[in-house]
């Protein structure tokens, strides 16, 4: 557990550095490319929109699922934009973490005047 909590502080020292150089106020989309050339400056292995298959009473199901950053096969980082983090979208990482076994998510919510007040830490 200990190296998913090295792991998850790496993250969130990408996407602080992202918020530091962009600020809030943009699209989603824009973290996303940005954090991404982030975590590859910072050698991080990452899947970027990475398909989930739902599996439904053992069939595997394409519902056109993505998460946003999938990293080290080992922790689901979910990007928000938003006025403000609803129910639903912890609500969502929740249920992308028991679809993949992953063990770790984070919830990364751009659209704040600090990050680490936008950073939620889930586990499964």
């Known amino acids: 557990m200990l190296y998913l909590e090295d792991l998850t502080e790496k993250i969130i020292g990408a996407a602080i550095e ?3 150089t962009l600020g809030p106020g943009l ?4 973290y996303q490319e940005c954090l991404a050339q982030e975590l590859t400056l910072r050698k991080v292995p990452f899947a970027k929109e990475k398909n989930l298959p739902v599996e439904y009473k053992g069939i595997h199901v394409d519902c056109g699922y993505r ?5 080290d ?3 689901i980082v979910e990007l928000k934009a938003v006025e403000a983090v ?3 979208h912890r609500a969502q990482l ?3 973490l028991k679809l993949t076994g ?5 919830l990364i919510n751009f659209n704040v005047q600090q990050l ?5 830490r889930l586990a499964n």
Not at 27 to 30: C, K
Not at 116 to 120: F, H, L, Q, T, V
């Open 86 to 88: 609803l129910p639903i």
């Open 18 to 20: 992202v918020h530091r």
């Open 27 to 30: 699209l989603e989309s824009a």
């Open 94 to 96: 929740i249920t992308y």
């Open 73 to 75: 096969n080992q922790v």
């Open 67 to 71: 998460i946003d950053f999938l990293i």
């Open 102 to 106: 992953c063990k770790v998510g984070l």
């Open 116 to 120: 680490i007040k936008g950073i939620e």
